[in-house]
């Protein structure tokens, strides 16, 4: 049981990251081209969405 | 040493750095003899030598020896392989077994005398030994179940929405092929380097109290006490990530072997 949580533990931490890095990229790249300063912080809160999301699909389905 | 040198020319104590990291070569300018390249030599032969040792009078009744090499063995085989893997855990034995001796015995190089220095504080290490984690459990997945059908397992899980896979699609990705061994690695990297440079703020800064005025040197042992405490922690610390990185390692085995994820 410790294992599974331990697991669990590490796996979330690597799609908030994963969430993070990814949309808030984006985002920032979109900043970047288009010469605004909006997008990155929407990509960060869709990143921590969609990390979120992902994590209640694996871990609070059952 | 350096400590020694600069006090004796009457300069202030200059902490350790990430310079205390960066040792010269041994044998003139080879850079390939440096400190912990040549630890990781000693680690492989000090292991080969203790589990040769200890299995070559296998008896029945063990000895001291025998005993403290199957403790070892048989912990990383039942509360790592079987309570993690399962019924297919015998496959990985050997690779975790490998895997956690070599980590714990160079994690411990950081706390024995004259030896002193945990080689897993140099970044390198663990990336390699990440890097062949990520290559067995992905081959291992699709070993099991055919690329396509793993690598779609992964991005697409079943019983999402279509729309939803824009969003969480590249954040699997990204876990699954980049976050996993960076994370894996620098764990044990951070916990290896902060531990030494924790040990030697307090060891050399003991040493640097030694010699200043009197009041000070009332003050230095107290630095050493917090040193040896350090020592014990950094003791356990350097057993758990051992344990940690294997743990898992086994995790993620489990995970491309397992049907569902």
């Given at each position: 049981?410790?294992?599974?949580?331990?697991?669990?533990?590490?796996?979330?931490?690597?799609?908030?990251?994963?969430?993070?890095?990814?949309?808030?990229g984006?985002?920032?790249?979109?900043?970047?081209?288009?010469?605004?300063?909006?997008?990155?912080?929407?990509?960060?809160?869709?990143?921590i969405?969609?990390?979120?999301?992902?994590?209640?699909?694996r871990?609070?389905?059952? | 040493?350096?400590?020694?040198?600069?006090?004796?020319?009457?300069?202030?104590?200059?902490?350790?750095?990430?310079?205390?990291?960066?040792?010269?070569?041994?044998?003139?300018?080879?850079?390939?003899?440096?400190?912990?390249?040549?630890?990781?030599?000693?680690?492989?032969?000090?292991?080969?030598?203790?589990?040769?040792?200890?299995?070559?009078?296998?008896?029945?009744?063990?000895?001291?020896?025998?005993?403290?090499?199957?403790?070892?063995?048989?912990?990383?085989?039942?509360?790592?392989?079987?309570?993690?893997?399962?019924?297919?855990?015998?496959?990985f034995?050997?690779?975790?077994?490998?895997?956690?001796?070599?980590?714990?015995?160079?994690?411990?190089?950081?706390?024995?005398?004259?030896?002193?220095?945990?080689?897993?504080?140099?970044?390198?290490?663990?990336?390699?030994?990440?890097?062949?984690?990520?290559?067995?459990?992905?081959?291992?997945?699709?070993?099991?179940?055919?690329?396509?059908?793993?690598?779609?397992?992964?991005?697409?899980?079943?019983?999402?929405?279509?729309?939803a896979?824009?969003?969480?699609?590249?954040?699997?990705?990204?876990?699954?092929?980049?976050?996993?061994?960076?994370?894996?690695?620098?764990?044990?990297?951070?916990?290896?380097?902060?531990?030494?440079?924790?040990?030697?703020?307090?060891?050399?800064?003991?040493?640097?109290?030694l010699?200043g005025?009197?009041?000070?040197?009332?003050?230095?042992?107290?630095?050493?006490?917090?040193?040896?405490?350090?020592?014990?922690?950094?003791?356990?610390?350097?057993?758990?990530?051992?344990?940690?990185?294997?743990?898992?390692?086994?995790?993620?085995?489990?995970?491309?072997?397992?049907?569902?994820?």
């Amino acid at each position: 049981m410790a294992n599974r949580d331990e697991n669990a533990m590490w796996s979330i931490f690597g799609y908030l990251l994963s969430g993070l890095i990814f949309w808030g990229g984006i985002g920032y790249g979109l900043d970047k081209w288009l010469d605004k300063g909006i997008f990155t912080l929407i990509g960060l809160l869709v990143g921590i969405s969609g990390a979120i999301y992902l994590v209640w699909l694996r871990f609070g389905r059952e | 040493m350096r400590v020694l040198l600069r006090s004796a020319e009457g300069e202030g104590f200059v902490p350790p750095s990430t310079k205390d990291f960066e040792l010269p070569p041994i044998f003139g300018d080879n850079v390939y003899t440096t400190k912990p390249i040549l630890l990781v030599f000693l680690s492989v032969i000090l292991i080969s030598v203790f589990f040769i040792l200890s299995a070559r009078k296998a008896a029945i009744v063990p000895s001291k020896f025998q005993f403290a090499g199957e403790s070892v063995y048989s912990f990383v085989r039942e509360n790592l392989a079987k309570e993690v893997i399962g019924h297919e855990f015998m496959r990985f034995v050997p690779y975790l077994f490998t895997l956690f001796t070599f980590i714990l015995v160079n994690n411990l190089f950081g706390i024995i005398p004259l030896i002193q220095f945990p080689t897993m504080s140099h970044v390198s290490f663990p990336y390699v030994l990440a890097l062949s984690t990520y290559l067995v459990f992905h081959y291992v997945g699709i070993r099991k179940q055919g690329a396509f059908k793993y690598f779609k397992e992964i991005l697409f899980m079943p019983g999402v929405p279509k729309a939803a896979y824009i969003l969480i699609t590249p954040l699997e990705i990204l876990t699954f092929f980049v976050v996993r061994p960076l994370t894996l690695s620098l764990r044990l990297f951070a916990n290896m380097f902060a531990g030494h440079l924790l040990l030697l703020v307090f060891i050399l800064g003991g040493e640097h109290l030694l010699q200043g005025v009197i009041g000070l040197k009332l003050i230095s042992p107290f630095a050493f006490a917090i040193g040896i405490v350090l020592t014990f922690f950094e003791f356990m610390v350097q057993c758990l990530q051992a344990y940690i990185f294997t743990l898992l390692a086994a995790l993620y085995i489990a995970g491309a072997l397992a049907d569902e994820h």
